[in-house]
């Protein structure tokens, strides 16, 4: 029973979360920023700023689905921040290119979850059904699970890698739209509190994670006793 509690806690925590970060974004987007730029002219800026010249920014399909692709090194922008003229845009923009400036200063944590990112496809592809026979095979195959446990616990290690690399592009993104004018007094906390909710997105997945890891631990030395 206890189980389920906690898997309910996280899925209504994360539930929770969700709805707040999308409602914080669709009211900062009512919110327009003083010059006028949109979220591609203020990542173009960003990059310029920082001394990137290699790092294309492109509209892409989906709500939410901006992100940064260190492969063809492109921003990738939704097409409601790519067009949009507001400080949730600038903020979203702006974050995503606090991933292209950890990119080209070697910003260790993301140098890490880059070295992570093979293993976590690989154990992402197969993890449930190791978990899923070893559970079945627990009393004869012991180790089975032990694999899945150890293939679950990458996926956790990637979670918890994440959480300083969203940071610190946020704080890189924040103290550059500050400095560089894009947000003032009156903006500027509005943008904080965006990129604030979206990282308790990964702070949940994170500490869910972590908490699904330790029920299949708790599974596998229960099960042997």
């Known amino acids: 029973m206890s189980v389920w509690i906690i898997f309910g806690f ?6 929770l979360v969700s709805s ?16 006028g730029m949109s979220g ?24 939410l689905s901006d992100h940064y692709n260190p492969v063809n090194k492109t921003i990738n922008l939704s097409r409601e921040v790519y ?15 606090g991933h292209a400036v950890q990119h080209a200063t070697a910003y260790h944590w993301l140098q890490l979850r880059s070295t992570l990112v093979p293993i976590v496809s ?21 180790q089975l699970l032990l694999i899945g446990i150890v293939l679950f616990a990458m996926t956790t290690l990637f979670s918890f890698v994440t959480l300083p690399v ?3 592009a946020s704080r890189r993104a924040l103290v550059w739209l500050n400095n560089g ?3 003032d007094y009156n903006t500027h906390p509005k943008a904080q509190e965006a990129l604030r909710w979206a990282a308790y997105t990964y702070v949940v997945a994170a500490l869910s994670s972590l908490a699904t890891l ?12």
């Open 10 to 15: 996280f899925v209504l925590l994360s539930w």
């Open 20 to 35: 707040q970060l999308t409602s914080k974004f669709k009211a900062f987007s009512k919110i327009p920023v003083a010059n």
């Open 40 to 63: 591609k002219e203020v990542a173009q800026k960003m990059l310029y700023d920082n001394g990137i010249t290699d790092v294309r920014v492109l509209s892409a399909e989906g709500s």
């Open 83 to 97: 067009e949009g003229r507001n400080v949730a845009a600038a903020a979203v923009a702006a974050h995503e290119c």
């Open 122 to 142: 690989f154990s992402s592809k197969w993890v449930q059904w190791v978990l899923l026979a070893g559970i079945l095979l627990l009393q004869t195959f012991p």
């Open 166 to 168: 969203e940071i610190n």
């Open 181 to 183: 004018g894009i947000t």
């Open 214 to 225: 330790l029920y299949y631990i708790a599974i596998f030395t229960g099960g042997r006793k």
